[in-house]
Protein backbone atom coordinates (compact mmCIF):
# COMPACT_ATOMS: atom_id res chain seq x y z
CA UNK A 1 0.00 0.00 0.00
CA UNK A 2 1.51 3.03 -1.40
CA UNK A 3 -0.01 5.32 1.21
CA UNK A 4 0.99 3.10 4.44
CA UNK A 5 4.25 3.77 6.63
CA UNK A 6 4.88 -0.09 7.11
CA UNK A 7 5.63 -0.64 3.41
CA UNK A 8 9.48 0.59 2.32
CA UNK A 9 10.25 2.85 0.09
CA UNK A 10 12.50 2.02 -2.81
CA UNK A 11 15.26 4.32 -2.47
CA UNK A 12 15.70 5.33 -6.12
CA UNK A 13 11.95 6.63 -5.70
CA UNK A 14 12.52 8.72 -2.92
CA UNK A 15 12.19 12.54 -3.88
CA UNK A 16 15.17 15.07 -2.58
CA UNK A 17 14.11 18.60 -1.95
CA UNK A 18 15.27 21.16 0.44
CA UNK A 19 13.39 23.36 2.47
CA UNK A 20 12.07 27.05 1.22
CA UNK A 21 14.54 29.49 2.15
CA UNK A 22 17.34 26.69 2.73
CA UNK A 23 20.97 26.91 1.45
CA UNK A 24 21.11 22.71 1.68
CA UNK A 25 24.05 21.34 3.15
CA UNK A 26 23.87 17.46 3.17
CA UNK A 27 21.60 17.29 -0.34
CA UNK A 28 24.13 20.50 -1.65
CA UNK A 29 25.16 19.02 -5.27
CA UNK A 30 23.41 15.65 -4.36
CA UNK A 31 24.30 12.86 -7.45
CA UNK A 32 20.63 12.06 -8.87
CA UNK A 33 19.64 8.72 -8.43
CA UNK A 34 22.02 5.70 -9.03
CA UNK A 35 25.15 8.52 -8.87
CA UNK A 36 27.97 8.47 -5.96
CA UNK A 37 29.57 11.43 -4.83
CA UNK A 38 33.57 10.03 -5.77
CA UNK A 39 36.57 10.32 -3.44
CA UNK A 40 38.13 12.93 -5.48
CA UNK A 41 34.66 14.73 -5.48
CA UNK A 42 34.31 14.91 -2.01
CA UNK A 43 37.80 16.25 -0.93
CA UNK A 44 37.21 18.95 -3.43
CA UNK A 45 34.81 20.15 -0.87
CA UNK A 46 36.04 18.31 2.07
CA UNK A 47 39.48 18.15 3.64
CA UNK A 48 40.94 14.62 4.78
CA UNK A 49 40.79 13.82 8.49
CA UNK A 50 43.75 13.83 10.75
CA UNK A 51 45.38 10.49 10.99
CA UNK A 52 43.52 9.06 14.28
CA UNK A 53 45.93 8.78 17.31
CA UNK A 54 45.17 6.71 20.48
CA UNK A 55 45.63 9.65 22.42
CA UNK A 56 42.77 11.35 20.39
CA UNK A 57 42.17 14.85 20.03
CA UNK A 58 40.11 16.92 22.74
CA UNK A 59 40.11 19.90 20.71
CA UNK A 60 37.94 18.25 17.66
CA UNK A 61 35.33 17.11 20.97
CA UNK A 62 35.13 21.08 21.19
CA UNK A 63 34.41 21.71 18.42
CA UNK A 64 31.69 19.51 18.44
CA UNK A 65 30.41 20.86 21.78
CA UNK A 66 30.64 24.75 20.17
CA UNK A 67 28.67 23.61 17.30
CA UNK A 68 25.89 21.62 19.69
CA UNK A 69 25.35 18.71 16.98
CA UNK A 70 22.71 16.77 18.31
CA UNK A 71 21.83 13.01 17.20
CA UNK A 72 19.55 12.29 14.23
CA UNK A 73 18.82 9.13 14.89
CA UNK A 74 15.54 9.55 17.67
CA UNK A 75 17.32 10.83 21.20
CA UNK A 76 18.61 14.26 20.21
CA UNK A 77 21.76 13.88 22.32
CA UNK A 78 24.15 15.91 22.14
CA UNK A 79 27.07 14.54 20.14
CA UNK A 80 29.76 15.89 22.89
CA UNK A 81 28.74 14.40 25.67
CA UNK A 82 28.98 11.09 24.55
CA UNK A 83 32.74 11.72 22.70
CA UNK A 84 33.60 13.15 26.69
CA UNK A 85 32.58 10.21 28.00
CA UNK A 86 33.52 7.08 25.84
CA UNK A 87 37.01 9.10 25.38
CA UNK A 88 37.30 9.44 29.60
CA UNK A 89 37.33 5.07 29.68
CA UNK A 90 40.29 3.35 30.43
CA UNK A 91 40.65 1.13 26.97
CA UNK A 92 41.23 2.37 23.85
CA UNK A 93 37.40 2.59 22.52
CA UNK A 94 35.53 1.82 19.27
CA UNK A 95 32.70 4.01 16.97
CA UNK A 96 29.83 1.93 16.01
CA UNK A 97 28.18 4.21 12.75
CA UNK A 98 24.44 3.25 12.79
CA UNK A 99 23.21 2.82 8.90
CA UNK A 100 20.83 0.44 9.81
CA UNK A 101 17.82 2.76 9.62
CA UNK A 102 14.73 0.37 10.89
CA UNK A 103 12.22 2.46 10.31
CA UNK A 104 10.02 1.61 7.05
CA UNK A 105 9.39 5.48 6.40
CA UNK A 106 13.12 6.57 6.80
CA UNK A 107 15.22 7.00 3.68
CA UNK A 108 17.67 9.46 4.90
CA UNK A 109 20.66 6.99 5.60
CA UNK A 110 19.99 4.98 2.92
CA UNK A 111 19.97 8.08 0.99
CA UNK A 112 23.07 9.72 2.40
CA UNK A 113 25.52 6.07 2.19
CA UNK A 114 24.51 5.61 -1.28
CA UNK A 115 25.40 9.12 -2.52
CA UNK A 116 27.24 11.01 -0.49
CA UNK A 117 29.08 8.18 1.66
CA UNK A 118 32.12 10.03 2.07
CA UNK A 119 30.61 12.67 4.48
CA UNK A 120 29.39 9.47 6.69
CA UNK A 121 33.35 7.89 6.41
CA UNK A 122 34.89 11.16 7.29
CA UNK A 123 32.71 12.08 10.33
CA UNK A 124 33.35 8.62 11.52
CA UNK A 125 37.06 8.68 11.17
CA UNK A 126 36.91 12.37 12.46
CA UNK A 127 35.03 10.93 15.78
CA UNK A 128 37.67 8.24 16.02
CA UNK A 129 40.44 11.06 15.91
CA UNK A 130 38.73 12.89 18.39
CA UNK A 131 38.25 10.04 21.08
CA UNK A 132 41.39 7.87 19.65
CA UNK A 133 39.74 4.82 18.53
CA UNK A 134 41.22 1.66 17.68
CA UNK A 135 38.59 0.41 15.01
CA UNK A 136 35.61 1.55 13.30
CA UNK A 137 32.15 -0.66 12.51
CA UNK A 138 29.53 0.93 9.89
CA UNK A 139 26.37 -0.88 9.61
CA UNK A 140 24.59 -0.47 6.96
CA UNK A 141 20.94 -1.58 6.70
CA UNK A 142 20.78 -4.55 4.64
CA UNK A 143 17.43 -3.54 2.82
CA UNK A 144 18.73 -0.79 1.32
CA UNK A 145 21.34 -2.53 -1.73
CA UNK A 146 21.84 0.75 -2.83
CA UNK A 147 23.68 1.87 0.60
CA UNK A 148 25.48 -1.09 0.97
CA UNK A 149 27.01 -0.74 -2.28
CA UNK A 150 27.78 2.77 -1.79
CA UNK A 151 29.45 2.11 1.33
CA UNK A 152 31.51 -1.05 -0.30
CA UNK A 153 32.26 1.69 -2.95
CA UNK A 154 33.45 4.23 -0.69
CA UNK A 155 35.73 2.46 1.10
CA UNK A 156 37.51 0.33 -2.15
CA UNK A 157 37.97 3.93 -3.30
CA UNK A 158 39.96 5.11 0.19
CA UNK A 159 41.80 2.08 0.67
CA UNK A 160 43.95 2.89 -2.86
CA UNK A 161 44.46 6.66 -2.22
CA UNK A 162 44.34 7.66 1.54
CA UNK A 163 45.42 6.19 5.01
CA UNK A 164 42.91 7.40 7.96
CA UNK A 165 44.98 5.02 10.50
CA UNK A 166 42.08 2.89 11.21
CA UNK A 167 40.49 -0.31 10.18
CA UNK A 168 37.24 0.52 8.64
CA UNK A 169 34.89 -2.68 8.45
CA UNK A 170 31.02 -2.74 6.88
CA UNK A 171 28.61 -4.98 9.14
CA UNK A 172 24.94 -5.92 7.29
CA UNK A 173 22.74 -5.62 9.60
CA UNK A 174 19.80 -7.75 9.27
CA UNK A 175 15.96 -5.83 7.97
CA UNK A 176 14.38 -5.89 11.74
CA UNK A 177 13.26 -2.34 13.77
CA UNK A 178 15.30 -3.36 16.91
CA UNK A 179 18.41 -4.66 15.23
CA UNK A 180 19.38 -1.16 14.54
CA UNK A 181 18.81 -0.67 18.73
CA UNK A 182 22.47 0.25 20.12
CA UNK A 183 22.88 -3.01 22.58
CA UNK A 184 21.50 -4.93 18.97
CA UNK A 185 24.15 -3.56 17.15
CA UNK A 186 27.53 -4.34 19.88
CA UNK A 187 25.76 -7.87 20.16
CA UNK A 188 26.33 -8.30 16.03
CA UNK A 189 29.59 -7.23 16.20
CA UNK A 190 30.65 -9.32 18.78
CA UNK A 191 29.78 -12.35 17.14
CA UNK A 192 25.98 -12.70 18.37
CA UNK A 193 21.91 -12.24 17.04
CA UNK A 194 21.54 -8.34 16.20
CA UNK A 195 19.41 -8.67 19.42
CA UNK A 196 19.01 -6.31 22.35
CA UNK A 197 21.14 -7.66 25.52
CA UNK A 198 20.60 -7.06 29.01
CA UNK A 199 21.68 -3.76 30.70
CA UNK A 200 24.06 -2.72 32.44
CA UNK A 201 26.82 -2.60 30.73
CA UNK A 202 25.64 0.51 28.55
CA UNK A 203 27.87 0.41 25.20
CA UNK A 204 29.53 3.85 26.00
CA UNK A 205 30.82 1.98 28.99
CA UNK A 206 31.87 -1.46 27.82
CA UNK A 207 30.41 -2.21 24.16
CA UNK A 208 32.19 -4.15 21.25
CA UNK A 209 34.82 -6.27 22.20
CA UNK A 210 34.11 -4.85 25.72
CA UNK A 211 35.74 -1.43 25.31
CA UNK A 212 33.64 2.12 25.82
CA UNK A 213 31.50 2.44 22.31
CA UNK A 214 30.88 5.32 20.45
CA UNK A 215 27.41 4.95 18.37
CA UNK A 216 26.30 7.40 16.13
CA UNK A 217 23.08 7.50 13.20
CA UNK A 218 24.93 7.81 9.89
CA UNK A 219 23.14 11.71 9.81
CA UNK A 220 25.06 12.83 12.68
CA UNK A 221 28.33 12.00 11.23
CA UNK A 222 28.00 13.23 8.11
CA UNK A 223 26.65 16.80 10.18
CA UNK A 224 30.15 16.41 11.96
CA UNK A 225 32.15 16.33 8.21
CA UNK A 226 30.52 19.43 7.32
CA UNK A 227 30.99 21.35 10.82
CA UNK A 228 35.04 20.38 10.50
CA UNK A 229 35.41 22.09 6.90
CA UNK A 230 33.06 24.94 7.35
CA UNK A 231 33.27 25.64 11.27
CA UNK A 232 30.98 25.79 13.92
CA UNK A 233 29.34 29.36 13.32
CA UNK A 234 28.27 28.29 9.87
CA UNK A 235 26.82 25.33 11.27
CA UNK A 236 24.94 27.69 13.84
CA UNK A 237 23.68 29.66 11.44
CA UNK A 238 20.61 28.09 10.96
CA UNK A 239 18.57 26.55 13.21
CA UNK A 240 17.57 27.20 16.64
CA UNK A 241 20.11 28.33 19.37
CA UNK A 242 19.44 24.96 20.70
CA UNK A 243 18.92 23.35 18.30
CA UNK A 244 21.59 24.12 15.43
CA UNK A 245 21.75 22.83 12.05
CA UNK A 246 19.91 21.31 9.81
CA UNK A 247 17.98 17.83 9.80
CA UNK A 248 16.77 15.80 7.45
CA UNK A 249 12.98 14.75 7.12
CA UNK A 250 11.50 11.76 5.28
CA UNK A 251 8.18 13.01 4.22
CA UNK A 252 5.85 10.29 2.80
CA UNK A 253 1.71 9.49 2.55
CA UNK A 254 -0.77 12.29 1.45
CA UNK A 255 1.68 13.66 -0.89
CA UNK A 256 2.42 13.33 -4.23
CA UNK A 257 5.21 11.48 -3.65
CA UNK A 258 7.26 10.39 -0.91
CA UNK A 259 10.30 12.96 -0.35
CA UNK A 260 13.51 13.24 2.18
CA UNK A 261 14.32 17.03 3.00
CA UNK A 262 16.47 19.20 4.52
CA UNK A 263 15.22 21.50 6.51
CA UNK A 264 16.12 23.58 9.57
CA UNK A 265 15.51 22.59 12.79
CA UNK A 266 13.03 24.66 13.88
CA UNK A 267 11.20 24.71 10.62
CA UNK A 268 7.21 25.08 10.52
CA UNK A 269 6.00 21.86 9.81
CA UNK A 270 2.71 23.09 7.86
CA UNK A 271 5.15 24.97 5.36
CA UNK A 272 7.49 22.03 4.84
CA UNK A 273 4.99 20.00 3.99
CA UNK A 274 2.68 22.81 1.80
CA UNK A 275 6.35 23.34 0.34
CA UNK A 276 6.54 19.18 -0.96
CA UNK A 277 3.19 19.52 -2.83
CA UNK A 278 1.13 18.71 0.71
CA UNK A 279 -2.52 19.60 1.80
CA UNK A 280 -3.54 20.49 4.44
CA UNK A 281 -7.28 20.00 4.45
CA UNK A 282 -6.42 16.24 3.27
CA UNK A 283 -4.56 15.05 6.30
CA UNK A 284 -6.67 13.05 9.40
CA UNK A 285 -3.30 12.88 11.20
CA UNK A 286 0.46 12.99 11.70
CA UNK A 287 2.59 10.38 12.48
CA UNK A 288 5.47 12.24 13.72
CA UNK A 289 9.45 10.06 14.77
CA UNK A 290 7.56 7.29 12.38
CA UNK A 291 6.31 3.86 14.21
CA UNK A 292 8.11 3.84 16.91
CA UNK A 293 6.76 7.90 17.21
CA UNK A 294 3.55 9.88 17.88
CA UNK A 295 0.25 10.53 16.28
CA UNK A 296 -0.74 14.20 16.27
CA UNK A 297 -3.88 15.71 15.25
CA UNK A 298 -3.42 18.01 12.07
CA UNK A 299 -3.72 21.29 13.92
CA UNK A 300 -1.01 20.41 16.55
CA UNK A 301 1.44 18.95 13.96
CA UNK A 302 0.70 22.00 11.77
CA UNK A 303 1.13 24.80 14.16
CA UNK A 304 4.45 23.16 15.53
CA UNK A 305 7.76 23.55 14.66
CA UNK A 306 10.32 20.64 13.61
CA UNK A 307 12.43 20.71 16.90
CA UNK A 308 12.45 19.01 20.38
CA UNK A 309 11.16 22.47 21.89
CA UNK A 310 8.16 22.82 20.02
CA UNK A 311 6.99 19.48 20.11
CA UNK A 312 7.34 18.83 23.29
CA UNK A 313 4.37 19.80 24.31
CA UNK A 314 2.31 18.01 21.53
CA UNK A 315 4.11 14.69 23.66
CA UNK A 316 5.65 13.83 20.37
CA UNK A 317 9.44 14.55 19.48
CA UNK A 318 11.54 14.68 15.64
CA UNK A 319 12.48 11.54 16.37
CA UNK A 320 14.32 10.07 12.99
CA UNK A 321 13.12 12.39 11.08
CA UNK A 322 10.04 10.64 9.51
CA UNK A 323 6.72 12.61 8.88
CA UNK A 324 3.59 10.47 7.47
CA UNK A 325 0.69 12.56 6.61
CA UNK A 326 -2.79 9.99 6.77
CA UNK A 327 -4.83 10.67 4.26
CA UNK A 328 -8.18 11.67 5.49
CA UNK A 329 -9.67 8.67 3.31
CA UNK A 330 -7.67 6.49 4.98
CA UNK A 331 -9.69 4.96 8.26
CA UNK A 332 -6.95 6.43 11.44
CA UNK A 333 -7.93 3.49 13.24
CA UNK A 334 -7.45 0.51 10.48
CA UNK A 335 -3.46 2.54 10.28
CA UNK A 336 -3.12 2.23 13.69
CA UNK A 337 -3.92 -1.42 13.66
CA UNK A 338 -1.86 -2.17 10.69
CA UNK A 339 1.56 -0.27 12.55
CA UNK A 340 0.44 -2.52 15.75
CA UNK A 341 0.80 -5.32 13.75
CA UNK A 342 4.20 -4.18 12.51
CA UNK A 343 5.05 -4.09 15.83
CA UNK A 344 4.05 -7.16 17.12
CA UNK A 345 5.87 -9.07 13.64
CA UNK A 346 9.20 -6.57 14.72
CA UNK A 347 9.40 -7.95 18.40
CA UNK A 348 12.61 -9.46 18.85
CA UNK A 349 10.96 -12.36 21.01
CA UNK A 350 13.14 -12.03 24.27
CA UNK A 351 10.49 -10.53 26.65
CA UNK A 352 7.55 -11.96 27.23
CA UNK A 353 5.85 -8.64 28.04
CA UNK A 354 6.70 -8.04 24.58
CA UNK A 355 5.88 -10.83 23.13
CA UNK A 356 2.26 -11.56 24.50
CA UNK A 357 1.22 -7.84 25.31
CA UNK A 358 2.29 -6.40 21.91
CA UNK A 359 0.44 -8.82 20.26
CA UNK A 360 -2.57 -8.34 22.46
CA UNK A 361 -2.11 -5.07 21.70
CA UNK A 362 -2.71 -5.60 17.84
CA UNK A 363 -5.18 -7.88 18.37
CA UNK A 364 -7.42 -5.48 20.24
CA UNK A 365 -6.36 -3.11 18.55
CA UNK A 366 -7.76 -4.99 15.27
CA UNK A 367 -10.56 -5.69 17.23
CA UNK A 368 -12.23 -2.19 17.72
CA UNK A 369 -15.16 -2.59 16.07
CA UNK A 370 -19.33 -2.68 17.06
CA UNK A 371 -19.06 -6.51 16.31
CA UNK A 372 -16.60 -7.14 18.95
CA UNK A 373 -17.46 -4.95 21.59
CA UNK A 374 -15.50 -1.38 20.92
CA UNK A 375 -15.64 -0.33 24.20
CA UNK A 376 -14.11 -4.13 26.00
CA UNK A 377 -11.48 -3.35 23.26
CA UNK A 378 -10.46 0.27 24.27
CA UNK A 379 -10.44 -0.42 28.15
CA UNK A 380 -8.55 -3.34 27.06
CA UNK A 381 -6.33 -0.93 25.42
CA UNK A 382 -5.94 1.04 27.90
CA UNK A 383 -5.11 -1.46 30.25
CA UNK A 384 -2.30 -3.50 28.20
CA UNK A 385 -0.83 0.13 27.14
CA UNK A 386 -0.17 1.39 30.38
CA UNK A 387 0.74 -2.12 31.82
CA UNK A 388 3.69 -2.47 28.82
CA UNK A 389 5.59 0.44 29.44
CA UNK A 390 9.35 -0.21 30.55
CA UNK A 391 8.73 -3.73 30.50
CA UNK A 392 10.96 -4.95 28.09
CA UNK A 393 14.56 -4.82 27.52
CA UNK A 394 14.73 -2.21 25.25
CA UNK A 395 11.86 0.38 24.57
CA UNK A 396 10.21 -1.17 21.75
CA UNK A 397 7.29 -2.35 23.67
CA UNK A 398 7.10 1.32 25.39
CA UNK A 399 6.53 2.30 21.57
CA UNK A 400 4.04 0.26 20.71
CA UNK A 401 2.45 1.34 23.28
CA UNK A 402 2.60 5.22 22.74
CA UNK A 403 2.04 4.59 19.08
CA UNK A 404 -1.25 2.97 20.00
CA UNK A 405 -2.35 5.72 22.64
CA UNK A 406 -1.72 8.76 20.70
CA UNK A 407 -3.52 7.04 17.79
CA UNK A 408 -6.96 6.16 19.53
CA UNK A 409 -6.63 9.96 20.96
CA UNK A 410 -6.33 11.66 17.50
CA UNK A 411 -8.62 9.47 15.71
CA UNK A 412 -11.26 9.65 18.42
CA UNK A 413 -13.99 10.56 15.71
CA UNK A 414 -13.09 7.26 13.69
CA UNK A 415 -13.70 5.16 17.24
CA UNK A 416 -16.65 6.49 17.65
CA UNK A 417 -17.70 5.80 14.07
CA UNK A 418 -16.30 2.33 14.94
CA UNK A 419 -18.41 1.59 17.73
CA UNK A 420 -21.29 2.91 15.84
CA UNK A 421 -20.41 -0.09 13.43
CA UNK A 422 -18.81 2.26 10.83
CA UNK A 423 -15.67 3.06 9.32
CA UNK A 424 -14.71 6.02 7.00
CA UNK A 425 -13.06 3.26 4.15
CA UNK A 426 -16.34 1.54 4.26
CA UNK A 427 -18.83 4.76 4.07
CA UNK A 428 -16.16 5.56 0.89
CA UNK A 429 -17.06 2.35 -0.89
CA UNK A 430 -20.73 2.85 -0.05
CA UNK A 431 -20.41 6.19 -1.52
CA UNK A 432 -18.60 5.07 -4.46
CA UNK A 433 -21.01 2.18 -4.99
CA UNK B 1 23.88 -10.26 54.97
CA UNK B 2 22.46 -8.08 57.37
CA UNK B 3 19.85 -5.31 56.26
CA UNK B 4 20.99 -1.82 57.96
CA UNK B 5 18.36 0.07 58.84
CA UNK B 6 19.37 3.00 57.23
CA UNK B 7 19.84 1.80 53.60
CA UNK B 8 17.13 1.23 50.70
CA UNK B 9 16.57 -1.21 48.38
CA UNK B 10 15.55 -1.36 44.46
CA UNK B 11 13.89 -3.98 42.90
CA UNK B 12 13.94 -4.76 39.34
CA UNK B 13 13.37 -7.24 36.71
CA UNK B 14 15.31 -8.25 33.51
CA UNK B 15 12.63 -8.59 31.24
CA UNK B 16 14.89 -10.31 28.70
CA UNK B 17 16.31 -13.12 30.99
CA UNK B 18 12.51 -13.28 33.04
CA UNK B 19 10.44 -16.65 31.85
CA UNK B 20 7.12 -15.26 33.83
CA UNK B 21 7.89 -18.19 36.71
CA UNK B 22 6.43 -15.63 39.20
CA UNK B 23 9.01 -16.01 42.33
CA UNK B 24 9.19 -12.09 42.82
CA UNK B 25 5.29 -11.71 43.24
CA UNK B 26 5.34 -14.87 45.46
CA UNK B 27 8.01 -13.23 47.63
CA UNK B 28 7.50 -9.82 47.72
CA UNK B 29 3.54 -8.93 46.62
CA UNK B 30 3.89 -5.70 47.67
CA UNK B 31 6.81 -4.65 45.20
CA UNK B 32 5.43 -7.22 42.17
CA UNK B 33 1.81 -8.70 40.45
CA UNK B 34 1.39 -10.59 37.62
CA UNK B 35 0.07 -9.48 34.09
CA UNK B 36 -2.31 -12.03 32.29
CA UNK B 37 0.85 -14.36 31.29
CA UNK B 38 2.18 -14.33 34.38
CA UNK B 39 5.33 -11.79 33.88
CA UNK B 40 5.70 -9.51 36.61
CA UNK B 41 4.53 -6.18 36.72
CA UNK B 42 6.28 -3.53 39.13
CA UNK B 43 4.03 -2.18 41.73
CA UNK B 44 6.52 -0.50 43.80
CA UNK B 45 10.55 -0.38 43.26
CA UNK B 46 11.63 0.41 46.62
CA UNK B 47 11.79 -2.50 49.31
CA UNK B 48 10.05 -2.08 52.64
CA UNK B 49 12.13 -2.13 55.50
CA UNK B 50 13.14 -5.55 56.68
CA UNK B 51 12.02 -6.91 53.51
CA UNK B 52 15.78 -7.39 52.15
CA UNK B 53 15.94 -11.25 53.61
CA UNK B 54 13.34 -11.86 51.27
CA UNK B 55 14.19 -10.02 48.50
CA UNK B 56 17.12 -12.44 48.42
CA UNK B 57 15.44 -15.11 48.78
CA UNK B 58 13.32 -14.37 45.66
CA UNK B 59 16.14 -13.63 43.76
CA UNK B 60 18.33 -16.89 44.30
CA UNK B 61 14.98 -18.89 43.79
CA UNK B 62 14.04 -17.36 40.73
CA UNK B 63 15.17 -20.01 38.06
CA UNK B 64 16.32 -17.38 35.12
CA UNK B 65 18.10 -15.05 38.28
CA UNK B 66 16.22 -12.18 36.71
CA UNK B 67 15.46 -10.44 39.72
CA UNK B 68 17.54 -7.38 40.62
CA UNK B 69 18.27 -5.95 44.13
CA UNK B 70 20.36 -2.96 44.26
CA UNK B 71 21.40 -0.45 47.07
CA UNK B 72 19.81 2.78 46.43
CA UNK B 73 22.94 5.11 46.06
CA UNK B 74 23.13 8.40 48.01
CA UNK B 75 24.12 10.73 45.35
CA UNK B 76 21.25 10.22 42.43
CA UNK B 77 21.11 10.71 38.61
CA UNK B 78 24.07 9.75 36.74
CA UNK B 79 24.58 10.79 32.71
CA UNK B 80 22.46 8.18 30.32
CA UNK B 81 23.44 8.59 26.85
CA UNK B 82 20.78 7.97 24.39
CA UNK B 83 21.54 6.75 20.42
Request: hydrophobic letters at 40%; aromatic letters at 6%.
Amino acid sequence: METHPESRVDPRDWAVSVAPGLTPRLLADLPGAGGSRTLAEHRTLYPEPPRVRKDGDPRLIEEVERAGVTGRGGANFPAYLKWKVVASGRRRPMVVVNGSEGEPASGKDALLMSRVPHLIIDGAIFAAAAIGAERIFICVGGHSASAVAGIERALAERRASEDPGIPIEVRIVPDRYVAGEERSLVHMINGGPAIPTSMPPRPFERGVKRRPTLIHNAETLAHVTTIMANGTDWYRSTGTPAEPGTRLVSLSGALPRPVICEVGAGASLREVFEANGGDHSLVSGVLIGGNFGTWLSPQDAFDAQLSVASLKPTGASPGCGVLFFLPSDVCGVAAVAEIASWYSRESAGQCGPCVFGVEAIATAMHAVDSTSGADRMLTRLDRLTSEIRGRGGCKFPDGAAQMVRSGLAVFADEVRLHRAGHCTTRQMSEVAV
Amino acid sequence: MREKTNERHRVSVDFIACRGHGMCADFLPENFRLDEWGYPIVKDDTLAPGRLRDAKRAALLCPELALKIEKVKEKAGSAQAGS
